[in-house]
């Protein structure tokens, strides 16, 4: 490649760069508007629980149009810039470091998903969702059979030597977890051991981590396979993506079968909402247990004293919902950004 070419060459990708950086930084300015002016928190055991509102949609495009690096500027700028313009309560950084985390996975991940047959998609969801419920009903089944409850070790007079010889290997590990938990706490501690309420409260844990989170990966599945029924009826397939045959050039089957190929790879949806709504959703939830975590941990006195799945099982449902609303307005989003040619060719370069 000549220096000529090279310059050119160079001079179109910054200008490239540019215009998607002027297209980040419109979807950023509408976005701020809305969290500024529309968008309210809710209010969860005296604190703030969980804004709502449909700004983040805004700072989603740039990841799913541009791909990774403008889907982290985008959602960090976001809650950076969301927080000083109008402050709800201190600056967290690591907050705005897990936005500019997810904005980029959320692009990586519809990169990896973009074009992907709408039946192995599908497919892949409904044999998950299988999994997680057929595994948390055997480990609810199990542990009821070996008699774990919340309240077993209210009848143990000394907790580390509880046999589990006997019990199932779901049993076994929940128990065996919860006394590594208490020899560790009496090994630091000699003059103050654990109580057999705090022993039951870390075995309570054990439980929910072991049962309800497997089962909750499943209903939401079903949740995600129903959403994909609902919007995909909604949101019909753009007839935009149909190639078009080139009556100028000779008949070709591998120029017709590549052609097709780049046209479905293209297609922001492929006439199933189940990509989008996977890349969305999985990300936004993946988002709200990083960020319940650090505000159970960091920020909130009163949210300490109780257990985590309390503070994040009412956030992760308002989530689920408010990304669900998100899914359904990006999928429109990205039908009218594909119907302008200035704009798909930014996407499609």
């Known amino acids: 490649m000549s220096d000529q070419s090279l310059l050119r060459h160079n001079a179109k990708k910054h200008q490239l760069h540019l215009r998607r950086m002027v297209a980040t930084s419109v979807f950023l300015a509408i976005a701020l508007i809305l969290r500024t002016y529309f968008s309210g928190y809710i209010t969860l055991f005296g604190a703030q629980g969980a804004r709502v509102g449909i700004h983040g949609v805004f700072t989603i495009m740039p990841g799913i149009l541009f791909g990774p690096f403008y889907g982290a500027v985008a959602s960090g700028l976001g809650d950076l810039l969301g927080h000083f313009i109008r402050p709800s309560g201190p600056w967290l950084w690591q907050m705005t470091l897990i936005m500019t985390f997810g904005g980029f996975v959320r692009g990586w991940v519809w990169r990896l998903l973009r074009g992907r047959s709408r039946g192995a998609t599908r497919a892949v969801v409904v044999a998950m969702t299988l999994l997680f419920l057929g595994f948390g009903s055997l480990t609810m089944v199990q542990l009821r059979q070996d008699g774990i409850t919340r309240a077993f070790f209210y009848s143990v007079e000394y907790p580390a030597e509880v046999d589990t010889s006997e019990m199932g290997f779901v049993s076994r590990m929940v128990i065996t977890r919860t006394q590594s938990w208490r020899n560790d706490w009496e090994s630091r501690l000699a003059d103050a051991p654990p109580s057999q309420t705090a022993t039951n409260a870390v075995l309570s844990n054990r439980i929910d981590e072991t049962m309800f989170a497997p089962m909750a990966a499943g209903v939401f599945g079903v949740l995600l396979l129903g959403v994909d029924l609902v919007l995909s009826k909604g ?39 189940m990509s989008l709504a996977l890349t969305v959703i999985l990300v936004s939830l993946l988002i709200n247990i990083a960020n319940s975590g650090l505000l159970w941990a960091i920020n909130f006195a009163g949210w300490r004293v109780l257990p985590f799945m309390y503070i994040w099982l009412p956030r992760v449902v308002l989530v689920f919902f408010v990304s669900v609303v998100n899914v359904f307005i990006a999928a429109l989003l990205m039908g009218v950004c594909y119907k302008q040619p200035h704009i798909r060719a930014v996407i499609e370069q």
């Open 235 to 273: 949101l019909k397939k753009d007839e935009t993506y149909k190639v078009q045959k080139d009556t100028s050039a000779p008949e070709s089957e591998d120029a017709s079968f590549a052609a097709r190929m780049t046209a479905f790879a293209k297609a922001p949806w492929n006439g199933s909402i």
